[in-house]
């Protein structure tokens, strides 16, 4: 099934039934832009005078329910205990998920709080006015420091698959074509590699899988960052969030011509966050 079939369902069925599901009949429901490799069908519901709120339609058959229950229980865990994410609101029979039926097609229906503030590109990549970007830096970090040490006490109720369960050696030999030899050989020694490192409570947990300023809002009044789009989230090494935000760093950077800034702005990239 389509994007543009799902939409149109939506359109036709599921919105309205989704409303009485989560008393949002009052509510003004537009349908958000995809992001890139986005595979859900998300909308905004605003009303005057109400906080606006996250509606999450997942339909891909490549995860069950207790894929989404697993998540949406995490997220619930963290908000509970002080995570800095947008809470999961619960329908009106008390569910954080229902799932809806038509013409013999499962849908997963989520609804969240919306983030306080913007995202960067919202913003222009602009951060807060007569502050320095170091600030940032802090928060982002202090924000993913303690949703990792939330983390390290979470006991999930639906088990949320580990990362060795999807990136495996079958995986490279799906990913990878047999001509690329060298690759699959060098991919399947890295994974064999990971597979061997010790793993415990202090460095190996539930993480966002997805950490960056795509997936959390930054208050501009104060700073506070929200977290959100735990869709990928899994069992792995607390390390992967800290190398997801690094990589996406270096966007900020990457195209200054003067090497000294550059050094700079690696140096307080690296020891602030």
């Known amino acids: 099934m389509t994007r543009s079939e799902v939409i149109n369902i939506c359109d036709e069925f599921l919105l309205s039934t ?31 005078g109400s906080k606006s709120k996250i509606l999450r339609i ?15 229980e995490y997220i619930k865990y963290l908000f509970n205990h002080g995570g800095s994410v947008s809470n ?17 097609q499962m849908f997963f229906v989520s609804l969240f709080e919306k983030a306080k503030g913007k995202m960067l590109v919202e913003n222009n990549y602009m951060y807060r006015e007569g502050t320095e970007i170091t600030e940032y830096y802090y928060n982002c970090g202090k924000t993913l420091g303690k949703l990792h040490q939330l983390s390290k006490n979470y006991t999930p109720i639906h088990s949320r698959y580990n990362f060795f369960d999807k990136f495996n050696e079958h995986y490279i030999d799906e990913l990878i074509p047999d001509t690329l030899t060298l690759l699959k050989t060098k991919l399947k020694e890295l994974i064999k590699t990971l597979k061997n490192l010790s793993r ?63 050094r700079i702005y690696v140096y307080l990239y690296y020891f602030v966050y």
């Open 200 to 262: 415990n409570r202090d460095n190996f947990g539930m993480i966002h899988f997805d950490y960056n300023d795509g997936n959390y809002s930054i208050d501009f009044d104060n700073g506070q960052i929200t977290v959100y789009d735990f869709d990928n989230s899994c069992f792995s090494f607390y390390m992967f969030d800290l190398a997801s935000l690094w990589i996406n760093g270096v966007g900020w950077i990457q195209f200054e011509p003067d090497p000294i800034k550059r």
């Open 58 to 72: 997942s339909y891909l058959n490549d995860r069950h329910l207790e894929d989404y229950l697993s998540e949406l």
């Open 88 to 104: 999961v609101i619960s329908s009106l029979n008390g569910n954080i998920l229902e799932e809806i039926s038509y013409n013999d």
């Open 18 to 48: 989704i409303s009485k599901l989560y008393g949002l009949e009052e509510y003004r429901i537009g349908l958000i832009s995809p992001h890139e490799g986005g595979r859900n069908i998300v909308y905004i519901c605003e009303r005057e």
